[in-house]
């Protein structure tokens, strides 16, 4: 089992940069696909990047390449997600999860997540 939890959120303008940080406790980390997703009100959630176990395999939504990274560190169990040149459609709540089996983007696969961290981008 893996806990997690997200820090790092908080309100900018436009234009500006945060980086999310999200620290797991539990065993085999390494084994876990981890990703961000981000929920806006009155919007599923969505992914925004995904990382490999390994950390050679990145994915990320087209409406954040270019702007967001994905990484990890696995001796540290910590994945973070640098938000650059962030826009107001990017304001939501962000949450880590860890996926045990295979690569996905879909939320309903994840099998863990954190709470949540609220990041609000105004113009």
């Known amino acids: 089992q893996v806990q997690l939890g997200e820090s790092g959120g908080g309100s900018v303008q436009a234009g500006g940069s945060l980086r999310l940080s999200c620290i797991a406790s539990?065993?085999?980390?390494?084994?876990?696909?981890m990703g961000w997703f981000r929920q806006a009100p009155g919007k599923e959630r969505e992914m925004v990047a995904r990382?490999?176990?390994?950390?050679?395999?990145?994915y990320y939504a087209d409406s954040v390449k270019g702007r967001f990274t994905i990484s990890r560190d696995n001796g540290e169990k910590r994945v973070n997600l640098q938000m650059n040149s962030l826009k107001p459609e990017d304001t939501a709540v962000y949450y880590c999860?860890?996926?045990?089996?295979?690569?996905?983007?879909?939320?309903?696969?994840?099998?863990?997540w954190g709470q949540g961290t609220q990041v609000t981008v105004s113009s």
């Open positions: 999860a860890a996926l045990s089996r295979g690569l996905s983007y879909r939320a309903a696969d994840y099998d863990y």
């Open positions: 539990g065993r085999s980390f390494v084994t876990y696909v």
């Open positions: 990382i490999s176990s390994g950390g050679g395999n990145r």
